[in-house]
């Protein structure tokens, strides 16, 4: 009988093979891992080596004998490049945004570019030659799609626009550090009455702390800008006497939006008493036009009427009829661009004031109050639309039932003369509102058949 085969040594050859692989497998694991991080090291020293290159300091050390606060501000600097702009290429747009084109030009940082008002002085200011860099966070308080909007707008004219916060100081201070601004006109606020019950602490963010932020910033600025901010009628809160006139009495607000903007006014008179920032403030009265806030009821009741919905019509607490110093988007950005022609210049340096300085508080309206009865007969009018109408009382949300403004002091100012009438300014609200939402209707036969 045979012998079965003897397989041993054929095992032994098997184990021995398989050992071998696993070793070549294991080898080629490990030099692959050294290549890998060979590669990593040296894209990471390239990295590094780029953003040196491309985000060097922007202010000279004041002590280069300390090497350890030299590391420190070279590290911040290339974080703050890194997070904030996009390198060489962002500051030269920065740079060629807010260079002026005319002989003795403003350079003028607009704060809520993107918004209602921002976007029209934006676009005035850079029309006549001044140079103007915009700053806007894009938040969400109404469709950020409108704010991308006037962005691309403002872009086709080489305005440009920072995407960032007013309360972000070190992004301020770099564009400080870039640009030697002479003027800012700061409109970027968290706007609306009745919002403010919903989200009260996003009125303190960005009204007060926002605006106490960025006075910090430009106290410390050389040279100091003037500043030109916007505050708003609704300081005259339950004021009875009309038309309101600067000098009245504003200590009793009707809501915490103007809480804020009271707040405002008296954070202004501080920044110019102690550190001579020249400020003026400006009282803006129900701004409408192309291009308007959603949350505005002109712009809501056209939106409304169209889609076949009811809107709400409100009276006082005693059944008068409410009314508003509607105030065309024209004649407000005439009355910004007066103001700051004619702001002076601020008097600090460093820090510390040298002289006083310019203190100013103006209104900037209408001068000719029409009631909402009214503005709705006006769109019915122009979108050939019957309106549905739902007469209520005035819930107590902050809302006053009626202002009126006394703008003689701007007039003698700086020539503020408002022109547009309500009908006039709607006519041109309408004829923008078709066409950007591309309705397709009688209301766009009905304008086009009246040019």
Known sequence: ?????????????????????????????????????????????????????????????????????????????????AIYSGGAWWEKQVRHSSTPHRPNGLSVLVTGAAGFVGSHCSLALKKRGDGVL????????????????????????????????????????????????THILHLAAQAGVRYAMQNPLSYVNSNVAGFVNLLEVAKSADPQPAIVWA??????????????????????????YAATKKAGEAIAHTYNHIYGLSLTGLRFFTVYGPWGRPDMAYFFFTKDMIQGKSINIYVSQNDKEVARDFTYIDDIVKGCAGALDTAEKST???????????????????????????????LENLLNIKAKKNVIKMPRNGDVPFTHANVSLALRDFGYKPTTDL?????????????????????KKENESEK
């Open 348 to 378: 600090g340096s460093g820090g510390k004031k040298k002289g006083p300085a310019q203190l100013r508080v103006y209104n900037l309206g209408n001068t000719s109050p029409v009631s909402v009865k009214k503005l709705v007969a006006i």
């Open 231 to 256: 505050s708003s009628s609704s300081v005259y809160g339950l004021n009875t006497k009309v038309p309101f006139s600067e000098e009245d009495v504003t200590d009793k607000p009707a809501s915490l």
């Open 134 to 181: 915009g700053l806007d966070n894009f938040n969400s308080y109404y469709d950020p799609s409108l704010k991308r909007a006037r962005q691309n707008q403002l872009s086709k004219h080489q305005i440009f626009i920072v995407e960032g916060d007013i309360n972000d100081s070190e992004l301020l201070q770099k564009l400080f550090d870039i640009v030697p601004f």
């Open 1 to 81: 009988m045979a012998s079965p085969p003897d397989t041993s040594k054929t095992t032994k050859l098997e184990r021995y093979n398989s050992y071998i692989r696993r070793v070549n497998s294991t080898k080629l694991i490990a030099a692959s891992s050294k290549l890998l991080f060979r590669v990593t090291l040296l894209v990471a020293l390239l990295l590094i080596f780029f953003f040196t290159i491309n985000y060097p300091p922007l202010t000279p050390e004041k002590n280069p004998h300390n090497s350890m606060n030299n590391i420190h501000t070279t590290t911040h600097n290339l974080l703050s490049s």
């Open 423 to 443: 009908s006039s300014g709607l006519r041109k609200f309408v004829k923008w509102y078709v066409s950007y939402y591309g309705i397709q209707s009688r209301v």
